[in-house]
């Protein structure tokens, strides 16, 4: 593949880094959550999540990146790669130690419960999970033990949250 085409942004404040500042409700409304099709975004950090939204069909949004280090996996993103030094991406994600790559995806729609019953032969059933980061640690050790779905109840904690994609590092693709 060909080098990404980067937009290099020295000012944190630009315009552009709007949509990187988005809280999870920015991000995705709870209707958007619930809807089936796939609607709103959700953010991706680090290039293993990253990649693992890509490889799951996810289509980018956005990506912000390491000027100094711009990760393999912007080579395979069809969307606006953003870059900037360590500081633009602490101010831009809120993150003390910026990951270097972050990117918006579109949210994927969902399966039914009908068609995971159909093509799975274990599911990890959630109910009333709230914590991301304990949702993210289910999702990782389920995929860990080779466990094929996931259905959570609408009182628990999205799986496309930034803090379970991170904690579940990108295995809530594989589920």
């Known amino acids: 593949m060909s080098e990404p085409v980067v937009i290099v942004v020295e000012d944190p404040d630009d315009e552009r880094f709007t949509q ?16 089936d099709a796939g609607a709103g975004l959700f953010l991706a950090e ?18 912000l990146v390491d000027i100094a280090r711009i990760p ?17 991406r602490q101010v831009v994600s809120g993150l003390g130690m ?5 990117a918006l995806f579109h949210r994927p729609a969902r399966p039914t419960v009908a068609d995971l019953a159909a093509r799975c032969r274990r599911l990890v059933v959630l109910e009333a999970v709230d914590n991301p980061a304990n949702v993210g640690a289910i999702i990782r050790n389920a995929a860990g033990l080779g466990w094929d779905g996931l259905i959570l109840d609408h009182t628990s904690a999205d799986p496309l949250a930034r803090r379970s994609l991170r904690v579940a590092m990108g295995t809530a693709f594989a589920l």
């Open 98 to 102: 910026p990951q270097s790559i972050i």
């Open 72 to 88: 393999p996996v912007a080579d395979a993103l069809t969307c606006p790669v953003y870059a900037g030094g360590e500081h633009v």
């Open 20 to 35: 990187f500042r988005l809280n999870e409700r920015g991000l995705a409304s709870r209707a958007d959550k619930r809807d």
């Open 46 to 63: 680090g290039d293993l999540v990253v990649q693992r939204a890509l490889g799951a069909g996810c289509r980018p949004v956005a990506a």
